[in-house]
């Protein structure tokens, strides 16, 4: 019954008409069946010398591992009769000294590429930090300190958080001053000074 089926797998295959297979890996494992969508995934994968990647083995000590390796060759494992295949097209060396143990042929299906973020808006966490300007207070509590310096008369208990200012209503005179230096601080950045008045 399996010779039948095989035949007519071979049989479509050679008049390039589709036919279908079941497969269960679980039973019978096979590198040589690869899912459709496995496939399909891969040859829309653009592979270079030099690209990195993980691919997965299994192990007795661990289960599954991942390695990382380079690819070192493309081309095809054998020309004369599985011209432009890309069973084991790739050559590739690995990270790890048990690289002995792992194959220098792979096919683009088995592994995964390494890619590397490219950022078009850096995340928070890579903001360049901006020098600070002579003379101006770095947070809130250097201002409050430098007010109360340079006007003891107010006391301790003057609280410049909460104090609202007559320029902008609503915000502390500590919120108004920090917007200044933002302000200032993006006017030279970008080439322009503020007008004096």
Same mark, same amino acid.
């Given at each position: 019954m399996h010779i039948g089926i095989l035949a007519a797998a071979a049989h479509?295959?050679?008049?390039?008409?589709?036919? %279908?297979? @079941? +497969?269960?890996?679980?039973?019978?494992?096979?590198?040589?069946?690869?899912?459709l969508a496995k496939y399909n995934k891969a040859m829309y994968t653009q592979v270079s010398l030099g690209m990195r990647f993980r691919m997965?083995?299994?192990?007795e000590e661990c289960g599954v591992r991942r390695y990382m390796g380079t690819i070192t060759g493309i081309s095809d494992l054998d020309p004369v009769r599985w011209k432009n295949s890309q069973w084991r097209n790739l050559q590739v060396g690995w990270d790890e000294s048990t690289a002995g143990e792992r194959p220098t042929r792979v096919s683009i299906w088995d592994i995964e590429p390494v890619v %590397?973020? @490219? +950022?078009?808006?850096?995340?928070?966490?890579?903001?360049?930090?901006?020098p600070k300007q002579p003379g101006m207070p770095d947070n809130d509590n250097d201002v409050e300190n430098a007010f109360k310096r340079?006007?003891?008369?107010?006391?301790?208990?003057?609280?410049?958080?909460?104090?609202?200012?007559s320029i902008f209503p609503g915000l502390s005179l500590v919120q108004w001053m920090n917007m200044q230096q933002n302000n200032?601080?993006?006017?030279?950045?970008s080439g322009l000074f503020p007008s004096m008045v």
């Amino acid at each position: 019954m399996h010779i039948g089926i095989l035949a007519a797998a071979a049989h479509a295959a050679a008049n390039n008409s589709p036919f %279908t297979i @079941f +497969y269960n890996p679980r039973a019978s494992p096979s590198e040589f069946v690869v899912p459709l969508a496995k496939y399909n995934k891969a040859m829309y994968t653009q592979v270079s010398l030099g690209m990195r990647f993980r691919m997965m083995f299994e192990t007795e000590e661990c289960g599954v591992r991942r390695y990382m390796g380079t690819i070192t060759g493309i081309s095809d494992l054998d020309p004369v009769r599985w011209k432009n295949s890309q069973w084991r097209n790739l050559q590739v060396g690995w990270d790890e000294s048990t690289a002995g143990e792992r194959p220098t042929r792979v096919s683009i299906w088995d592994i995964e590429p390494v890619v %590397t973020p @490219f +950022y078009i808006c850096p995340p928070p966490f890579f903001r360049p930090r901006f020098p600070k300007q002579p003379g101006m207070p770095d947070n809130d509590n250097d201002v409050e300190n430098a007010f109360k310096r340079a006007m003891p008369w107010l006391g301790d208990d003057f609280g410049m958080k909460d104090s609202p200012n007559s320029i902008f209503p609503g915000l502390s005179l500590v919120q108004w001053m920090n917007m200044q230096q933002n302000n200032q601080l993006a006017a030279a950045q970008s080439g322009l000074f503020p007008s004096m008045v």
